[in-house]
């Protein structure tokens, strides 16, 4: 069983940034690809952004390349999504994910086991 806590989310002005972390309990956060999700009121949880198990293989959905980066800090058991330049578009309650041991995760929620409570992101434009 894996326990997920998001934090860093907040309220922040149109082209501004935060960072938003993720801590995974237990010992096998290492040997499980990550990904954050988010979903905006009235709309489908979205795939944001991937991360392979030791970092060398990062995807992100088209709305936020070049402004949202993932990164993960195994040592930590915690993944990080920098999230730069944003927009109102990008209000929505974040959540990240992990995929089953030693399985390939990428864009596909199906492919992701378990999941954080999500926290709040609201850009003011």
Known sequence: ?????????????????????????GRT?????????????????????????????TDYADSVKGR?????????????LQMNSLKADDTAVYYCAAAQNWRYASGNRNEYTYWGQGTQVTVSS
Do not use: H
């Open 68 to 80: 949202f980066t993932i990164s993960r800090d195994n040592s930590k058991n915690t993944v990080y």
């Open 29 to 57: 956060f290492s040997s499980r690809d990550m990904g954050w999700f988010r979903q905006a009121p009235g709309k489908e949880r979205e795939f944001v952004a991937t991360i392979s198990r030791n970092g060398g293989r």
């Open 1 to 25: 069983q894996v326990q997920l806590g998001e934090s860093g989310g907040g309220l922040v002005q149109a082209g501004g940034s935060l960072r938003l972390s993720c801590a995974a309990s």
